[in-house]
């Protein structure tokens, strides 16, 4: 088993370069995705005739806390929302508001409701200043109360923060880095459980079992060789993300490390399944792409499981050994969970990966290529 | 002779049918779920903004109502001012114009469902992850309010608001409520200080016009729709990585090496894989968008621009096969079909727009729409919403660019001869 290894490793010293690669990929796909706020909902403007009231209302727009309002060309505006790239637009006029949308949802009335209210208030600065004018006050006063309504109000607001027993805490940039770093590191596992049939195909696996080489040493040993560099892959870019970025583990970077064991068994496994599948090198490298994708969607690599709501898709995820290590992993650091609780996917994970390695073994021997 | 060359590239692909099952299946599974499944979320749907607010109130407000009347009959003020100002004061109760004029405001009841709770409940409440916020009132919040507002008092009271971390969005939009409540009731106190009569209830509601109106009155898009373009510009692109390694299992079976032998031109073999990967491109679009049409009722409005995008699609996607296939042949291994297929697939499929748009930066936008699925995920929602041919010429163009620039890489580095096998 060790002249397997030996052998694998100086195969890897060879020609490195598709998994640095693969893993720079990995980094910088965390990293940009983490970059965009998803809390708050982009929605493009444009003025039509700009006046003082419209930059008013535009300066009232922008301290709005669930949109992200940014500003285009009246054409720019219908080809983003016409594409679907934005859920809705806003047309700024003076005295009236279009909203432009391509599918209506719950952001469109929303938005409804936040544009008006920045008319609103603009408006009722206007018609307040009009009315203290009649009665002879200066506007100077007028601005006075404003700012005196909002420097010292009647009663301040303490804010704090709870959390319920099992909120959805959303961390863009872990669930990113979790999401893709487990997404990507399929790939790198997937091909070297692969080269089994490689070796298979060369005839180099015929020698190995002529070799005085037993046969659980030679699965062993390309198992293995596959796991460590899955888990060296993902340690490296977790090391990226602690010690080169912002990105916060809350506490739990050594537990992380620890729960990717499991993980990378059952990902080793699933390959092992695949490989005793397929019948040619051809089928896995056509299969694993889809597989891998179809996984990272129903898992919650792409997105968070949090927000989906069909019952149809959280059955699905339940099957998928992505989900349970996306729930270790945020466990592990945003929810704070201690020991009692990571068992579940931990052990849900260590199970998928026996019964997969079981039959994928199995298949394997019972077949002859 | 290429006839029979397509002829044997399909025939591969038939006696593959693992494969075919796979490249056809996924997607629509996808489709099927994630157009279910995630059509609420990817239309910002009605559960997502929907803000459970509790309301605990320590005090009682009609009671401190009586308290700071007490007061007020206690004070120095002139009879007469002491009357107007209960009179007033009865009105401006800070907690039921909160409750009646924000919270329960029937324009918002769509998005905020206001739950009274008892204060002896507020750890319960807090633990249950339901509520977007909790709002605290201590107790002689309103009579503290009344005071500081009629009796110059100083004291100021404070309002407790309790965010759920977890539920950003709903928690902002309650926030925004109250503070614009607290910011309009102070001022209605500070106008109420210097002149009563401005604050007339007129002068307060401004008429605004706001419609919400289609893009140009186009059919909105539903989300099946959205992922049925979404997955199928995705997986369309397998089939160039797919195509490229068959190819390159063919020279390593000494396939081309005979072909070779036998006088064949390369750039006949060469025509064939272009040509097999598009009709292979387009019978997948075409199955996918069927499927969808019959099923999901995903219907195109004109069926000839969509043919055409579809075509140039398919372009794209047999041009990208046969640089595959070249690189694969030069690289002597399938490393590079492989790469596409797992990593640059990946970033084109995040990038034009697949999953949704993740990245509001507009230059990666503009970046996506530069990738053949976002081309053609473009031009697909364009003609979708009934838009007339002319105005997907950019994509169109795009997509036909993409595909001479990147066959030309391919004729370039093809091997021009045989022999070279290992």
């Not at chain 1, 009236?96 to 008006?116: K, Y």
């Not at chain 2, 009879?79 to 209960?86: C, P, V």
Request: charged share 20%; aromatic share 10%.
């Amino acid at each position: 088993m060790k002249g397997i290894l030996f052998a694998k490793m100086k195969m890897f010293l060879r020609k490195p370069w598709l998994f640095v690669i693969m893993t720079a990929v990995c980094v910088m796909f965390a990293f940009f995705t983490s970059q965009g706020g998803v809390n708050k909902i982009p929605i493009p403007y444009s003025v039509a005739a700009s006046s003082d009231q419209t930059d008013l209302i535009v300066e009232e727009l922008s301290q709005a806390e669930a949109f992200h309002f940014h500003e285009v060309t009246q054409d720019e505006l219908n080809e983003l929302v016409s594409e679907g790239k934005r859920e809705g637009g806003l047309i700024i006029k003076e005295g009236e508001f279009n909203i432009i949308i391509s599918s209506r949802t719950g952001t469109t009335s929303l938005l409804q409701q936040v544009a008006g209210k920045a008319y609103g208030e603009v408006g009722q600065k206007e018609a307040l200043k009009e009315a203290a004018a009649s009665k002879g006050i200066q506007e100077q006063e007028v601005e006075s109360w404003y700012s005196a309504a909002e420097t010292s109000p009647v009663f301040s607001i303490k804010q704090t923060s709870f959390k319920g027993s099992d909120t959805f805490v959303y961390d863009p940039k872990l669930q990113s880095l979790f999401g893709f770093s487990l997404f990507f590191v399929i790939y790198t596992i997937a091909y070297n459980v692969a080269s089994i049939l490689y070796e298979k195909r060369e005839g180099v696996w015929d020698r190995m079992i002529l070799s005085p080489i037993r046969k659980w040493e030679m699965y062993a040993g390309n198992l293995i060789y596959s796991f460590i560099l899955g888990y060296i892959q993902l340690a490296l870019i977790f090391f990226v993300f602690r010690y080169l970025t912002e990105v916060k583990f809350y506490g739990g970077f050594h537990t992380v490390l620890l729960l990717l064991v499991p993980y990378v068994f059952a990902i080793v496994a699933l390959s092992m399944l695949i490989t005793g599948l397929v019948k040619k090198v051809q089928h896995f490298n056509a299969v694993i792409p889809l597989v891998a994708v179809s996984m990272a969607m129903i898992g919650g690599a792409y997105w968070p499981l949090e927000i989906v709501e069909s019952p149809v898709l959280l059955a699905l995820s339940k099957v998928v050994p992505l989900t349970y290590g996306m729930e270790a992993l945020k466990g592990a650091t945003i929810n704070g969970w201690g020991l009692e609780q990571l068992m579940l996917p931990v052990s849900v994970l260590v199970l998928m990966g026996v019964l997969m390695m079981g039959i994928g073994i199995n298949f394997m021997e019972k077949r002859h290529i | 002779m290429i006839v029979q060359f397509i002829k044997k590239q399909l025939l591969l692909i038939i006696r593959n049918p693992q494969i075919l099952l796979i490249l056809i299946g996924m997607p629509l599974i996808l489709i099927t779920i994630l157009g279910f499944a995630l059509g609420s979320v990817m239309n910002g749907g009605e559960v997502s903004v929907k803000a459970k607010v509790a309301i605990i109130e320590h005090g009682d407000s009609d009671q401190e109502l009586n308290h700071f009347l007490k007061k007020l009959e206690s004070s120095k003020l002139p009879q007469e001012a002491k009357s107007a100002i209960s009179q007033s004061a009865k009105q401006l109760l800070p907690v039921e114009q909160l409750k009646s004029e924000v919270l329960k405001n029937p324009e918002l009841k769509k998005y905020i469902s206001v739950h009274e709770i008892e204060p002896e409940a507020l750890k319960e409440t807090k633990d249950d992850d339901s509520y977007s916020v909790i709002i605290e009132i201590p107790e002689g919040f309103s009579e503290q309010i009344l005071s500081s507002m009629f009796l110059k008092e100083e004291e100021r009271p404070q309002l407790k608001l309790y965010r759920n971390e977890g539920k950003e969005l709903t928690s902002n939009l309650t926030e925004d409520l109250l503070t614009s409540f607290q910011e309009q009731y102070s001022l209605a106190a500070k106008i109420g200080e210097s002149d009563e009569s401005i604050l007339s209830a007129d002068s307060m509601d401004t008429e605004v016009i706001g419609k919400v109106s289609n893009v140009e009155d186009r059919e909105p898009l539903t989300s099946t729709a959205y992922y049925a373009v979404g997955m199928s510009v995705m997986f369309v692109l397998y089939i160039a990585s797919n195509m490229g390694s068959f190819a390159y299992q063919e020279k390593e079976d000494h396939v081309f090496d005979r072909m070779i032998l036998a006088n064949v031109s390369i750039w006949k073999y060469f025509t064939s894989i272009l040509l097999t990967t598009i009709i292979l491109a387009a019978l997948q679009l075409g199955i996918l968008f069927g499927v969808c049409a019959l099923f999901y009722g995903v219907t195109w409005p004109a069926l000839g621009s969509f043919l055409l995008v579809t075509i140039a699609l398919s372009l794209a996607v047999g041009s990208i096969g046969a640089l595959l296939t070249s690189l694969n042949y030069r690289a002597h291994s399938e490393t590079f079909s492989n790469f596409f297929s797992t990593v640059i697939v990946t970033v084109f499929a995040f990038v034009g727009g697949s999953f949704g748009e993740m990245f509001s930066s507009d230059f990666i936008r503009k970046i996506g729409n530069l990738t053949p699925n976002g081309a053609g995920m473009t031009a697909y929602f364009k003609l979708f919403q009934g838009y007339p041919l002319s105005s997907v010429q950019s994509e169109l163009l795009m997509l036909v660019l993409f595909s001479i620039i990147i066959l030309i890489l391919a004729v370039l580095l093809f091997p021009k001869e045989g022999g070279t096998a290992k």
